[in-house]
């Protein structure tokens, strides 16, 4: 499938995020109060760190490694099971610790039921694959999935969740999307590949995944850490705020993000084919197109973030404003970090590179 079919559905897909998003946020803030959102926020993105320890660079090699070899059904069943066993491996490690700290952390301990409820994400994101889905370029399957999901997300939302009560159905619903998700794409990546034992070789991807692992991590620092040093040192208000203000914000950069992961299994698959001259267009287009979309999108919602924060959030989210109008300057930042880590540096396996950076 061509980069433009593929950046359509992608777009779909990630249009469709954006009016579920600003369906789901405004209701969300106004039925559980900015304290629940806050609670919520330090909880959510707390399993988002240890998400990232459990899949390490995974994502990334996976979707570098799969798309070399789409067409060749024996290399997708060895890298497939290798580095869904590293996968368990890294889960397995992670789930002992993060059960630890739940008992041993007392700001976990206090939201322990909310904690337990999240370790199903941990569990079932080994199980998710997506890099598997994103390699092969089956961008038409993943958005219609996605979409399907969501939009029943939406509707047992609006049935469930009514008042600031039921801020656990409103996670258990949340984080049933992952489990959903990871079930369906297990029973449909069969028809793609399979898992054996036989095929297991952990040396090839272990440096690569510990490395990218490592970026990612490093990553992390400036944007799911953030949200769980807050909760640790202010309160669920305080946290409240900000995470409202970076949830606009993912919103935002997720239309770009959208084409960076079109983007780079074609450019591993074009790099390992050596056809250079293509590589580098699409490189100084990948930059254009964010110079053109980021830089307006950014002193727009500076300048109307008042405004932005009272639609979506309602009252009771001014403190939101000033943490919105500082963090949209990352749009820039992270939408070039985006094109030289994703769609250069990674295709071209520099690795040690990126993370050096």
């Given at each position: 499938m061509g980069i433009k079919k593929n950046f359509v559905y992608n777009t779909i897909l990630t249009v469709s995020q954006y009016i579920i998003g600003l369906i789901i946020f405004p209701y969300i803030s106004r039925v559980l109060g900015v304290s629940n959102i806050g609670i919520i926020g330090f909880v959510d993105n707390s399993l988002n760190y240890f998400l990232?320890?459990?899949?390490?660079?995974?994502?990334?090699?996976?979707?570098?490694?799969?798309?070399?070899?789409?067409?060749?059904?024996?290399?997708?069943?060895?890298?497939?099971s290798s580095l869904m066993t590293l996968s368990f491996i890294f889960t397995s490690i992670v789930l002992i610790i993060f059960f630890t700290l739940i008992f041993y952390v007392p700001k976990f301990n206090i939201y322990k039921d909310l904690f337990y409820i999240g370790s199903i994400k941990i569990i079932f994101s080994f199980l998710l694959i997506e890099w598997f889905f994103k390699g092969i370029e089956n961008f038409k399957y993943i958005s219609i999935r996605s979409i399907f999901i969501k939009i029943l997300y939406v509707i047992t939302l609006f049935l469930f969740v009514k008042n600031e009560n039921d801020v656990r159905i409103y996670f258990v619903l949340t984080v049933g999307t992952v489990l959903l998700n990871a079930i369906i794409n297990i029973l449909y990546s069969r028809y793609f590949v399979s898992f054996s034992i036989k095929n297991i070789s952990l040396k090839?991807?272990?440096?690569?995944?510990?490395?990218?692992?490592?970026?990612?991590?490093?990553?992390?620092?400036?944007?799911?850490?953030?949200?769980?040093?807050?909760?640790?040192?202010?309160?669920?208000?305080?946290?409240?705020?900000?995470?409202?203000a970076l949830k606009i914000y993912t919103i935002i950069l997720?239309?770009?993000?959208?084409?960076?992961?079109?983007?780079?299994?074609?450019?591993?698959?074009?790099?390992?084919?050596?056809?250079?001259?293509?590589?580098n267009q699409l490189v100084i287009k990948s930059f254009e197109l964010l110079f053109s979309f980021a830089i307006p999108l950014v002193i727009f919602t500076i300048i109307l973030a008042p405004q932005i924060i009272f639609i979506l959030s309602g009252n009771g989210y001014e403190g939101a404003i000033l943490p919105m109008q500082i963090i949209m300057f990352l749009i820039i930042v992270v939408g070039v970090a985006q094109i030289l880590a994703i769609q250069v540096l990674m295709p071209m396996k520099q690795d040690k590179t990126i993370l050096i950076a």
């Amino acid at each position: 499938m061509g980069i433009k079919k593929n950046f359509v559905y992608n777009t779909i897909l990630t249009v469709s995020q954006y009016i579920i998003g600003l369906i789901i946020f405004p209701y969300i803030s106004r039925v559980l109060g900015v304290s629940n959102i806050g609670i919520i926020g330090f909880v959510d993105n707390s399993l988002n760190y240890f998400l990232i320890f459990s899949t390490m660079g995974i994502g990334s090699v996976g979707v570098r490694e799969i798309a070399k070899y789409q067409n060749n059904r024996e290399a997708l069943n060895k890298i497939f099971s290798s580095l869904m066993t590293l996968s368990f491996i890294f889960t397995s490690i992670v789930l002992i610790i993060f059960f630890t700290l739940i008992f041993y952390v007392p700001k976990f301990n206090i939201y322990k039921d909310l904690f337990y409820i999240g370790s199903i994400k941990i569990i079932f994101s080994f199980l998710l694959i997506e890099w598997f889905f994103k390699g092969i370029e089956n961008f038409k399957y993943i958005s219609i999935r996605s979409i399907f999901i969501k939009i029943l997300y939406v509707i047992t939302l609006f049935l469930f969740v009514k008042n600031e009560n039921d801020v656990r159905i409103y996670f258990v619903l949340t984080v049933g999307t992952v489990l959903l998700n990871a079930i369906i794409n297990i029973l449909y990546s069969r028809y793609f590949v399979s898992f054996s034992i036989k095929n297991i070789s952990l040396k090839p991807f272990f440096k690569q995944t510990i490395v990218l692992g490592s970026y990612v991590i490093l990553t992390s620092m400036y944007t799911t850490f953030n949200v769980m040093y807050l909760g640790f040192t202010s309160n669920p208000e305080q946290v409240g705020y900000y995470w409202t203000a970076l949830k606009i914000y993912t919103i935002i950069l997720s239309i770009f993000s959208a084409f960076t992961s079109v983007m780079m299994p074609r450019m591993s698959a074009l790099y390992s084919e050596q056809n250079i001259e293509k590589f580098n267009q699409l490189v100084i287009k990948s930059f254009e197109l964010l110079f053109s979309f980021a830089i307006p999108l950014v002193i727009f919602t500076i300048i109307l973030a008042p405004q932005i924060i009272f639609i979506l959030s309602g009252n009771g989210y001014e403190g939101a404003i000033l943490p919105m109008q500082i963090i949209m300057f990352l749009i820039i930042v992270v939408g070039v970090a985006q094109i030289l880590a994703i769609q250069v540096l990674m295709p071209m396996k520099q690795d040690k590179t990126i993370l050096i950076a």
